[in-house]
């Protein structure tokens, strides 16, 4: 099983509303991470977990909240958020290999088109 | 930190045609480079990775050469069909146990039948 789920596939939320992203996988694998992609533009990459703790928060702001309860599920709750905000949330896990040469396969989930109002 | 640049932005060409998309990037120490297709509406899905020490690498229609005294790696498709029409992004990512990916600003080709 190669696959990254995510739900769900669209939400509309408002700027006083909360809602959570949800993502799982079940390749066994360690890392997982959370992209913001806006239209036209690659992903931007927002944090990475390795073995459940964070180790990357690329100065997102706080309004963005991650969480990883366990190795197979990362998610991403949401408060206070602003239309800017609006976007595809990519969620993707790779292996985590310590002492690896080099980089590892990243696979993405189909993402969340989120829509702030 | 790491820049990757991708060009063409746009890409036309006819169904059969082969097409090509160049990257370069600046980080010597970067040492994986994947090639992402996505599809409108969907999520990034990995077509075909390189590490440095590869020059080459080849998957059925698709292959990817690497340049690492150049710094600059490319995206070779042989007799496009419609269904590659999409968006394509290189990344290139330094060593360490996960991946953290320096996306180009990606490719849109386009395939005519």
């Known amino acids: 099983d190669t696959e990254v789920t995510q739900t769900p596939k669209h939400l509309v939320m408002g700027m006083t509303n909360k809602k959570s992203l949800k993502c799982e996988q079940h390749?066994?694998?360690?890392?997982m991470y959370w992209y913001k992609q806006k239209a036209k533009k690659p992903p931007e990459l927002m944090f990475v977990?390795?073995?459940?703790?964070?180790?990357i928060n690329e100065s997102v702001p706080s309004r963005f909240s991650p969480e990883c309860p366990n190795s197979s599920l990362l998610n991403l709750h949401l408060h206070a958020l602003q239309p800017e905000d609006s976007a595809l949330y990519l969620c993707?896990?790779?292996?985590?290999?310590?002492?690896?040469?080099?980089?590892?396969?990243?696979?993405f989930g189909p993402g969340t088109r989120l829509t702030v109002l | 930190g790491e820049n990757v640049e991708q060009h063409p932005s746009t890409l036309s060409v006819q169904e059969g045609d082969s097409a090509v998309i160049k990257c370069t990037y600046s980080?010597?120490?970067?040492?994986?480079f994947p090639w992402y297709k996505q599809e409108l509406g969907k999520g990034p899905q990995l077509i075909i990775d390189?590490?440095?020490?590869?020059g080459e690498k080849k998957d059925q229609r698709i292959a990817v050469t690497l340049n690492k005294t150049a710094k600059h790696f490319s995206l070779h498709i042989t007799e496009t069909q419609p269904e590659d029409s999409a968006v394509y992004f290189c990344?290139?990512?330094?060593?360490?146990?996960?991946?953290?990916?320096?996306f180009g600003k990606g490719t849109m080709l386009l395939v005519s039948p």
């Open positions: 993707a896990s790779s292996q985590e290999l310590r002492g690896q040469g080099s980089g590892n396969e990243q696979f």
């Open positions: 390749m066994g694998h360690r890392a």
């Open positions: 977990y390795s073995y459940e703790k964070l180790s």
């Open positions: 980080d010597s120490a970067s040492n994986y």
């Open positions: 390189i590490r440095s020490n590869v």
């Open positions: 990344a290139a990512s330094r060593a360490r146990g996960y991946s953290t990916l320096t």
